[in-house]
Nanobody, 119 residues
Framework: QVQLVESGGGLVQPGGSLRLSCTFSTTFNALYVMGWYRQRLQNERELVATITSRDYSDYSDSVKGRFVISRDDAKNKVYLQMNSLKPEDTAVYYC?????????????WGQGTEVTVSS
């Protein structure tokens, strides 16, 4: 059983910052690939950033240089530090956990946290 709970969303002005948190609880949590996705109005859910069990991170071109993903497996948390926010970053942000293959390789999702970037 994997449970993901996001927090940290809210309203922020353009150019501002927010830090999203995801608490995930499962056995072998350190072996999961963790990620943040977002879904903007009337768009499909898209990848924002991922981080592997060895702390290798990857970002979409739209957030590269502005967002930073990190994880603290001892605290069962994944973070997304979002800087220089733009109105187009407005979306519902979802935490994702992908199990390693020996545990089935399944993806799990949180309920989402809403981020609004507006003046």
């Amino acid at each position: 059983q994997v449970q993901l709970v996001e927090s940290g969303g809210g309203l922020v002005q353009p150019g501002g910052s927010l830090r999203l948190s995801c608490t995930f609880s499962t056995t072998f949590n350190a072996l999961y690939v963790m990620g943040w996705y977002r879904q903007r109005l009337q768009n499909e859910r898209e990848l924002v950033a991922t981080i592997t069990s060895r702390d290798y991170s990857d970002y979409s071109d739209s957030v590269k240089g502005r967002f930073v993903i990190s994880r603290d497996d001892a605290k069962n948390k994944v973070y997304l530090q979002m800087n220089s926010l733009k109105p187009e970053d407005t979306a519902v942000y979802y935490c994702n956990a992908k199990a390693p293959e020996f545990l089935g390789g399944r993806s799990y999702w949180g309920q989402g946290t809403e981020v609004t970037v507006s003046s």
